[in-house]
């Protein structure tokens, strides 16, 4: 099967564990929800490997959502005011990247976030608390080239076009029409991550906001995966989530911390995966049917 195209990238995304994820998402969905979008690396495998009737992206940062509907209604045009802006960079002129950064932090402008995004050190986003991106240029790289950039917006958009919806804001106003037949994808900031000096994201998201927004859920019957706290060599993400949300937490090795790495350590990371009844059972039941069809 052909790579899957992933033209934003975002440190964190989960474009390496999608195939350990996949194993808990259920066939059957109406309706795909990814409320943290980010780089959508997950609504992009389910479009792939699952073919929901809809996708519904969202994202509190409205330029990163804005940049996915440019993305998926008019991927050449991206392709060529990214080739543009990309072609604009020398190493005569070291002070581009930080106009480049400037005039976003003005005007949002989401072509420029993507420029910002592939050419930004680790591909690690951060942001003040004003919400202005303020991570700084990777000098070993030039980002993403154009070429490589066009196959991978227009792979996205053939994947995407004609089923997905575009919301911004709220995680839990963007599932309102959310239903029992649908399947929720949650990738929150981690509670490690989102507070503090090394603020990474745009918005931050308190943990007693996330359990009451899970407590919600669950009252809606609502089938969904979260994506949220780990560790990182001997640093913790956050406490495990508490057991009266009835979720199966499973831990997911990630590889290599590429933010260890940027420190000049090397660390393993390991994620939870917290799951809604049911889908853990459902996973090892085709774990079992997949296994007894080879010893036949």
Known sequence: ????????????????????????VPDAIDTWFEPFAGSAAMSLWAARNRAPRRIVLCDVLEPLTQLWAEIIERPFDVADRYQAIWAGQGEDDPDYFNRVRARFNANGDPVELLYLLCRCVKNAVRFNARGQFTQSVDKRRLGM???KMRAALTGASSLLRGRTELRSGDWL??????TPNDFIYLDPP????????DRRYADSL???ALIDG????NARKLRYAL????????RSYGPPLP???????HLLHAGRSSQATLNGRSEETVESLYLTPGLSEQAVVELRQAQASLSL
């Open 190 to 197: 981690y509670h490690g991550t989102s507070t503090g000096r």
């Open 145 to 147: 080239r154009p070429d």
């Open 214 to 217: 899970l407590h919600a859920l």
């Open 1 to 24: 099967m052909p790579t899957l195209p992933h033209p934003i990238p975002y440190q964190g995304s989960k474009r390496a564990l999608a195939a350990r994820i996949s194993g808990f």
């Open 173 to 178: 106003a963007a599932l309102d029409d959310a």
């Open 243 to 249: 057991a009266d949300l009835n979720l199966t937490q």
């Open 206 to 208: 308190s943990r007693d």
């Open 227 to 234: 994506s949220y706290d780990g560790l990182s060599g001997e």
